[in-house]
């Protein structure tokens, strides 16, 4: 499974951003979406997750703020993020989960500040 990430950029605090994730390759294998987030300095966080049957679950930090989209048919995962706090600032990367593996894709930079 390959995976690309985009819609990254620079916000201003209290603003929103929508990123997108494109999945390909042995897509039917997937059984969840992730997207993690990972600042300079900082352990990785799980940001969202959600899996084929539309189940959703969330990061401690981010409830009520982000929400993950998913559409399995088209092999696409989305991440509408609003009201983006500084401490949002980090690389973004979703990720797809078989059986065997755990995939990533590259990231994509999200900046939230004045």
């Known amino acids: 499974v390959q995976l690309q990430a985009s819609g990254g950029g620079l916000v201003q605090p209290g603003g929103s951003l929508r990123l997108s994730c494109a999945a390909s390759?042995?897509?039917?294998?997937?059984?969840?979406m992730r997207w993690y987030r990972q600042a300079p300095g900082t352990e990785r966080e799980l940001v969202a997750q959600?899996?084929?049957?539309?189940?959703?679950h969330y990061g401690v930090s981010v409830g009520g703020r982000f929400f993950v989209s998913g559409d399995y048919a088209k092999h696409t995962l989305n991440l509408e993020m609003n009201n983006l706090k500084p401490a949002d600032t980090a690389v973004y990367y979703c990720?797809?989960?078989?059986?065997?593996?755990?995939?990533w894709g590259q990231g994509t930079q999200v900046t939230v500040s004045s």
């Open positions: 990720t797809a989960r078989t059986r065997d593996k755990h995939f």
């Open positions: 390759g042995n897509t039917v294998s997937i059984i969840y």
């Open positions: 959600i899996d084929t049957h539309g189940n959703t």
